[in-house]
């Protein structure tokens, strides 16, 4: 199982922003290893949510643990079959660790697009 | 003659200019493009004659054509495509109709499909002409609104009055596109005057002449007044903050037809508009 997570600049601790979030962290838990991405939707003008969610379907992930989540993206999560987890605590290691444990609840309210506000 | 009529800064009194302006004309169009809000109507209270309504292009897709190249969802620089479960899929709020991936589509499984977005109402107040754009609720594309209730109220000869939407960005950019003089209606404070001098940038960046009308006026501002001076803008006229011209547009009424110090204040305004125009 793959599970993803937006990380900030440190790459170890959850990035408030899905879209925005400069890395994502995947984590393999078949071979227990860790890849660190850049998040190519981070400067996206527009749609940065549903250019991200794309990436995290491209990358084949069953799972992603986020702070929020917009109604886009999550509308291609479900398209897709993606599981969306509600990251409790800023930590991405405890976050994957209570995910293991079944610690995590499924994330279920999505915000509106922040597009057309500038 | 097309005037602009905006003010960044909401509430500050863009469609009380505008209707009273057109309303002391008396030849005129009147062209709401606030389209997310339309409010001239209920002031001019036109006789509706015509609604058209808008639509914007969004992409359908042939699964039975489509091999999955993803090349349309790579050329969207909006994001408004993804690709899933081997299909794309579109996202129509995010769409901006460009045509692209249609155009891209090497195996031609691209076919776009109109999507209602809102509509333009057309009508008569006097001998006021009345067009109304109206955005649907939940879209969030003013500009496609905007363009066709501009495209409903154009080659008109007399004096054209365009009721622009609050803010600076592109609904504000589109109503300003063609027009051939902007007044900017500001109110003496702080807020006002910082969104005012925002759509001041903007206009002088397009190239619009400019003016200014200041409402609600109590005491000179100082800081409007010394950037008005600073930048040779003419302040045109200046309202006075009156209970009685808040009672009047309460209840739905155009003050200068109500009111003859505020029908003075129109006519002088209009001839400002019109001398300043033709330089």
């Known amino acids: 199982m793959k599970i993803m997570i937006p990380v900030d600049d440190s790459r170890e601790t959850v990035c408030v922003s899905f879209g925005r979030a400069p890395y994502f962290l995947i984590h393999n838990t078949e071979t227990g290893t860790?890849?660190?991405?850049?998040?190519?939707?981070a400067e996206a003008q527009s749609g940065a949510g549903i250019k991200a969610a794309q990436l995290v379907v491209d990358k084949g992930a069953d799972a992603l643990v986020t702070v929020r989540c917009g109604q886009n993206a999550a509308d291609v999560f479900k398209a897709a079959g993606v599981a969306i987890y509600r990251a409790d605590g800023p930590s991405a290691a405890e976050n994957l660790k209570a995910l293991s444990e079944g610690k995590l609840s499924v994330l279920t309210s999505f915000h509106a697009g922040f597009h057309g506000k500038a | 003659m097309r005037v602009a009529v905006l003010s960044g800064k909401g509430g500050t009194g863009k469609t009380?200019?505008?209707?009273?302006?057109?309303?002391?004309?008396?030849?005129?169009?009147?062209?709401?493009?606030?389209?997310?809000?339309?409010?001239?109507?209920?002031?001019?209270?036109?006789?509706?004659?015509n609604e058209s309504p808008v639509y914007t292009l969004?992409?359908?897709?042939?699964?039975?054509?489509?091999?999955?190249?993803?090349?349309?969802?790579?050329?969207?620089?909006?994001?408004?495509?993804?690709?899933?479960?081997?299909?794309?899929?579109?996202?129509s709020e995010v769409c901006h109709s460009c045509g692209g991936c249609a155009l891209l589509c090497p195996k031609d499984a691209v076919s776009e499909k109109p999507h209602s977005v809102?509509?333009?109402?057309?009508?008569?107040?006097?001998?006021?002409?009345?067009?109304?754009g109206i955005?649907?609720?939940?879209?969030?594309?003013?500009?496609p609104v905007i363009k066709a209730a501009l495209r409903a109220g154009a080659g008109a000869e007399e004096l054209t009055?365009?009721?622009?939407?609050?803010?600076?960005?592109?609904?504000?950019?589109?109503?300003?596109?063609?027009?051939?003089?902007?007044?900017?209606?500001?109110?003496?404070?702080?807020?006002?005057?910082?969104?005012?001098?925002?759509?001041?940038k903007l206009v002088t960046l397009l190239g619009k002449p400019c003016g200014v009308v200041v409402n609600k006026?109590?005491?000179?501002?100082?800081?409007?007044?010394?950037?008005?001076?600073?930048?040779?803008?003419?302040?045109?006229?200046?309202?006075?903050?009156?209970?009685?011209?808040?009672?009047?547009?309460?209840?739905?009424?155009?003050a200068a037809e109500q009111d003859e110090e505020t029908a003075a204040l129109f006519r002088k305004l209009l001839t400002a508009v019109q001398k300043e125009g033709a330089r």
Do not use: W
């Open chain 1, 34 to 41: 860790a890849e660190l991405i850049g998040n190519s939707a």
């Open chain 2, 16 to 49: 009380f200019v505008s209707v009273n302006l057109a309303a002391t004309a008396k030849n005129a169009v009147y062209i709401d493009c606030d389209v997310e809000e339309p409010n001239g109507h209920l002031f001019l209270k036109p006789t509706y004659t």
């Open chain 2, 58 to 91: 969004i992409p359908e897709f042939d699964a039975a054509k489509c091999t999955g190249c993803r090349k349309c969802v790579e050329f969207c620089r909006y994001n408004a495509l993804v690709f899933v479960r081997e299909k794309p899929m579109v996202f």
């Open chain 2, 118 to 132: 809102g509509a333009v109402e057309e009508g008569t107040a006097g001998s006021v002409r009345v067009v109304t």
């Open chain 2, 135 to 143: 955005m649907n609720t939940g879209e969030v594309l003013a500009v």
């Open chain 2, 161 to 200: 009055v365009i009721d622009c939407p609050p803010g600076s960005g592109c609904p504000v950019m589109e109503s300003v596109m063609n027009a051939d003089y902007c007044i900017l209606v500001t109110e003496p404070t702080a807020f006002g005057f910082h969104n005012f001098q925002m759509v001041h």
């Open chain 2, 217 to 254: 006026t109590e005491e000179a501002y100082a800081p409007l007044e010394e950037f008005c001076a600073a930048h040779r803008t003419p302040v045109l006229l200046r309202i006075p903050y009156r209970e009685e011209l808040a009672r009047l547009g309460a209840t739905g009424q155009i």
